[in-house]
């Protein structure tokens, strides 16, 4: 089975700041994708990534893959209060089955 | 709003039970997932369809089944229900068969079992 290793579980940081968090997994894999889930919401897709150095931004958040070393980063540039939420990382293995990571609570501080 | 419609919000019963949940996908997307959340096992797959037959299999146990009907919308059943199926179930659509492109979540049902 597919594992999917995310860190840091939880993330606190300040309003301004950067920060990385980071996806790693077990098994060969070139399709790659991140969710942002609100505090008792459903999940929102972030980015599908599905190629080696794919890279994807939008707004204050940006995603890689480096196939080669089984990683993935969701980068957080400057961030605002707006940006808390758990954020998790999946990665779809050739049978198209689907495993998440165990996601990253992240808060933003004023 | 995701435009993924999921039907009941909240449902609670008894051990040994079966319920249905259902799911309408966004207007012209062919594919439908299905979701579990729970604290003890975090999110995990349970199955998706396209276009109405099964195109993948996650960790779906055998008393739970789907199916996806012609007009698109689809239904989990879940049968002898224990009080670890307790959980978020999402469903999502996409446009295309495969994981390639942006997924759609409905609100989710969650389940109580009591």
């Known amino acids: 089975e597919l594992k999917v290793e995310q860190n840091p579980l939880f993330l606190s940081m300040q309003e301004g700041k950067n920060y990385t968090i980071y996806c790693n997994y077990s098994t060969t894999s070139d399709r790659l994708y991140w969710y942002r889930q609100d505090p008792g919401k459903s999940l929102e897709s972030l980015f599908v990534?599905?190629?080696?150095?794919a890279v994807k931004q939008e707004g204050r958040l940006m995603a890689s893959l480096d196939t080669k070393a089984r990683l993935s980063t969701l980068h957080i540039t400057a961030a605002v209060h707006d940006l808390s939420a758990t954020y998790f990382c999946a990665v779809a293995n050739t049978g198209n089955q689907f495993y998440f990571g165990t996601g990253t609570s992240l808060t933003v501080i004023p | 709003d995701s435009g993924v419609t999921q039907t009941p919000k909240h449902l609670i019963t008894a051990t040994g039970q079966r319920v249905t949940l259902r799911c309408s996908p966004r207007?012209?997307?062919?594919?439908v997932y299905w979701y579990q959340q729970s604290l003890d096992q975090g999110l995990q797959f349970l199955i998706q369809y396209y276009n109405g037959e099964e195109r993948a299999k996650g960790n779906i146990l055998e008393r739970f089944s789907a199916q996806q009907f012609p007009d698109l919308h689809s239904e989990l059943n879940l049968s002898s229900l224990e009080l670890g199926d307790s959980a978020l179930y999402f469903c999502?659509?996409?446009?295309?068969?495969?994981?390639?492109?942006?997924?759609?979540f409905g609100a989710g049902t969650r389940l109580s079992v009591l």
């Open positions: 999502a659509s996409s446009a295309q068969e495969y994981f390639a492109n942006i997924q759609y």
């Open positions: 990534l599905l190629s080696n150095g």
């Open positions: 207007s012209g997307d062919l594919s």
